[in-house]
């Protein structure tokens, strides 16, 4: 499983992921200061999953029309540890019933909801 950590996602959180075996990069790390457009390129050219707490990334897919192939994951989340996060998103991985392939794959408080596109 391939994952792009937006420069939001605690460090705590990307390391945990990583130690866990998930071929992770991170934004903050790799490129810090892009824009979501480049980001979303990255992720469109990479391949991978973006994992954000940026809520712009639903206009980016919906009215911009970017289209990564694996999906993008945004948390709404008020309060949580810095690992929390990677938690949340191992969890969401794991689980069979949730396709996250063509979908902006919302988690909040209330729980998850997706918009595929």
């Given at each position: 499983m391939k994952l792009?950590?937006?420069?939001?996602?605690?460090?705590?959180?990307?390391?945990?992921?990583?130690?866990?075996?998930?071929?992770?990069?991170?934004?903050?790390?790799?490129?810090?200061?892009?824009?979501?457009?480049?980001?979303?390129?990255?992720?469109?050219?990479?391949?991978?999953?973006?994992?954000?707490?940026?809520?712009?990334?639903?206009?980016?897919?919906?009215?911009r029309n970017y289209k990564p192939e694996k999906g993008v994951i945004y948390l709404r989340l008020d309060e949580y540890e810095p690992e929390e996060p990677g938690l949340i998103i191992e969890e969401i991985i794991n689980n069979k019933e949730i396709d996250l392939t063509m979908a902006l794959t919302v988690i909040d408080k209330n729980g998850i909801r997706q918009r595929k596109y």
């Open positions: 792009l950590a937006n420069e939001n996602i605690p460090y705590k959180s990307f390391l945990y992921l990583k130690a866990k075996g998930y071929e992770i990069v991170s934004i903050g790390i790799e490129n810090p200061s892009i824009t979501d457009a480049e980001v979303m390129a990255i992720a469109i050219n990479e391949k991978r999953i973006v994992v954000t707490f940026n809520r712009d990334y639903g206009e980016l897919i919906f009215k």
